[in-house]
């Protein structure tokens, strides 16, 4: 269902606001003028599926004492997401010739220029008007895969110490259109008609190698001092986390289309 909102920010915090809904396969208004332009329009749908996000994981750990008080730790770490949010555009001209003339439509779309009512005639949802229709689907799917080791020694003789490494790959649909609508709303909406698995790539999140290190250093010096230097100068420690990762991965991103398809 598409669902409408508007705030009008005059005279805070007394603000109007307006909710309605209606499917796509009718533009009746949820109520009168709910989608008058004075009002604001539509601007966003929703999967009305009720799906919701889930995540397999699984993981085999194996540990050895490397020395007295040091264990080293390896192991492989996955999980695959399935029905993550995907928001993709459903009203966005179909491949092929629907229309029957002959010609494919998103060719005649484009013959079409300032003509909004023929452009509007070639979309699924032409009712609505030649514009997008961003909606909020549950077709996103991650895949991560990690190799985990760990070295730790445990705080024996004024020192510890625990370094972790990880070499991981972390590949969904998602994230990245997330990030770019940030910027320029609908840049990369992926294509509604078999697309969203064509995004399926490296993730925004991915991090191919990240190593932590994080430790514990006791003072040696007057350690044993009784009294009040004792106690003031004596007894301190030192500690650090250091943190080395990969840097985010590189994409193309070439904008919104400048043809409205």
């Known amino acids: 269902s598409l669902q409408n909102g508007l705030n009008l920010g005059f005279n805070?915090?007394?603000?109007?606001?307006?909710?309605?809904?209606?499917?796509?396969?009718?533009a009746s208004e949820p109520f009168p003028d709910a989608f008058a332009t004075n009002d604001g329009i539509p601007q966003y749908g929703l999967d009305t599926s009720g799906r919701m996000g889930y995540n397999w994981q699984w993981n085999v750990t194996a540990q050895h004492e490397l020395l007295r008080n040091t264990t080293l730790e390896v192991g492989y770490v996955g999980s695959k997401g399935y029905d993550l949010l995907l928001p993709y555009d459903v009203n966005q001209?179909?491949?092929?010739?629907?229309?029957?003339?002959?010609?494919?439509?998103?060719?005649?779309?484009?013959?079409?220029?300032?003509?909004?009512?023929?452009?509007?005639?070639?979309r699924p949802y032409g009712v609505f008007g030649n514009a997008s229709i961003a909606i909020l689907d549950h077709r996103g799917r991650?895949?991560?895969?990690?190799?985990?080791?760990?070295?730790?020694?445990?705080?024996?003789?004024?020192?510890?110490?625990?370094?972790?490494?990880?070499?991981?790959?972390?590949?969904?649909?998602?994230?990245?259109?997330?990030?770019?609508?940030?910027?320029?709303?609908?840049?990369?909406?992926?294509?509604?008609?078999?697309?969203?698995?064509?995004?399926?790539?490296?993730?925004l999140y991915d991090r191919t190698h990240k190593l932590s290190l994080t430790w514990l250093y006791e003072l040696p010096f007057m350690r044993t001092q009784k009294g009040l230097l004792g106690k003031v100068v004596g007894g301190w420690e030192v500690a650090g986390i250091t943190i080395f990762e990969s840097g985010v991965p590189y994409s193309v991103a070439d904008g919104a289309d400048s043809d409205g398809i």
């Open 12 to 26: 805070p915090p007394f603000n109007r606001v307006l909710v309605g809904s209606r499917t796509l396969d009718s």
């Open 93 to 122: 001209v179909p491949p092929g010739d629907p229309n029957g003339n002959g010609v494919p439509d998103r060719l005649d779309f484009i013959h079409a220029g300032s003509n909004t009512a023929a452009r509007a005639a070639l």
């Open 142 to 203: 991650s895949t991560y895969h990690s190799l985990q080791t760990q070295v730790s020694k445990r705080f024996t003789n004024n020192f510890g110490l625990n370094a972790a490494w990880t070499w991981a790959k972390l590949l969904d649909n998602a994230s990245e259109i997330f990030q770019y609508n940030n910027t320029s709303p609908n840049a990369s909406l992926p294509a509604a008609f078999g697309g969203q698995n064509l995004e399926k790539g490296l993730s």
